[in-house]
């Protein structure tokens, strides 16, 4: 008897090929200062170990946001009349929920686009919300905001353009502006650029947020290791990394590392081996911090003004509204 089906089954899973992925982490690991981005960090288990930061008790951009969303949507949407939620990066569905139902309560939800790397992670949230709002169309786009919107063609305007949990502050100030000139490009008249910043405060406070107690920071930023591993092969052992997070007091940034504790070889397939000489490390993540003047000045590069900034400058974290300039 052939057994075909034991012997496919047998067989090694072929890895999706991602030769994007390959290049970006090669380009990354060959600079002076190893570097890796960020979006890396968010497989499943990643994903997982940022909704638990989000419930740390250190860390205060989540919570802080929420309850300014909470506070401040339903008179912004009463003044706007938005039709259409446009959500960059649309990770955390709650914050949505804030949004729509100050829509709902307006009688005008109409469009719901989120915009996330994660296919899987949309489709499930777009099932979810149709459920939940009926009479709202939902419609995902897949892109990697970095790159691209991917927005629908027609859209009942005014539109409302978010960008919460201040993600913003992992681009670097070139790639942040070239962002926000990409969400001016495609405003209509009377639409508005609501964003979420975390700001400059006391910086200890900002180190306790990425040096938890409970080391969860720690865990999601050695998941980048196994999300490589998994991803092109490779075969970093996380053990051997440290995770390290600082303030930047010149470029107002936490800065994430992982420090390899001895000097080590890491194997990637299809790359030359990567070198690690003790103490040295790949930086994973910023995370800037901002205050009015700093996101004025991103704002104008982009084409953009301040229109309103309704939080009270004390709070640890704020909402700004833009428009175009
Ligand atoms: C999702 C980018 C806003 O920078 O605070 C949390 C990610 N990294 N702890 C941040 C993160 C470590 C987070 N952002």
Not at 28 to 41: H, N, R, T
Not at 189 to 210: C, Q, S, T
Not at 239 to 259: C, G, K, N, S, T
Request: charged share 20%; proline share 8%.
């Amino acid at each position: 008897m052939p057994n075909l089906v034991r012997t496919r089954a047998t067989q090694p899973v072929e890895r999706v090929p991602n030769p994007g992925m390959l290049a970006e982490v090669v380009a990354g690991l060959s600079a002076p200062q190893k570097e890796l981005p960020p979006k890396y960090f968010y497989d499943q288990r990643g994903s997982e170990l940022f909704e638990a930061i989000t419930r740390l008790p250190e860390y205060y951009p989540t919570r802080t946001e929420r309850a300014l969303l909470a506070g401040w949507m339903p008179e912004l949407m009463a003044q706007l009349g938005t039709r259409t939620l446009v959500e960059l990066g649309a990770g955390n569905s709650e914050k949505s929920r804030i949004i729509l139902d100050a829509m709902r309560a307006t009688g005008l939800a109409e469009l719901y686009v989120p915009i996330d790397v994660s296919a899987t992670f949309l489709s499930q949230t777009a099932v979810q919300l149709r459920r939940e709002y009926p009479g709202l169309t939902v419609e995902p786009a897949v892109a990697d905001i970095s790159v691209e919107l991917k927005l629908p063609r027609l859209m009942p305007r005014p539109a409302l353009f978010a960008f919460l949990g201040s993600t913003i502050g992992n681009f670097y100030p070139p790639a942040a502006i070239r962002l926000l000139a990409r969400v001016r490009a495609a405003m209509a008249p009377g639409d508005r650029f609501l964003m979420g910043v975390d700001l400059r405060k006391d910086i200890p406070r900002i180190e306790a947020a990425y040096n938890d107690s409970q080391g969860v920071t720690a865990a999601f930023n050695r998941n980048m290791l196994l999300v490589l591993n998994h991803e092109l092969g490779a075969d970093f052992d996380p053990d051997a990394f440290e995770h390290l997070a600082f303030y930047d007091q010149v470029w107002h940034r936490i800065e994430m590392h992982l420090v390899a504790k001895r000097a080590q070889v890491v194997m990637i397939p299809g790359a030359e081996a990567v070198t690690f000489r003790e103490g040295e490390s790949i930086r994973t993540e910023i995370s800037c911090k901002y205050d009015r003047a700093s996101v004025s000045s991103l704002f104008a590069a982009a084409g953009l003004r301040i229109e309103a900034w309704p939080t009270d400058p004390t709070t640890p974290f704020g909402l700004v509204v833009g428009v175009p300039a």
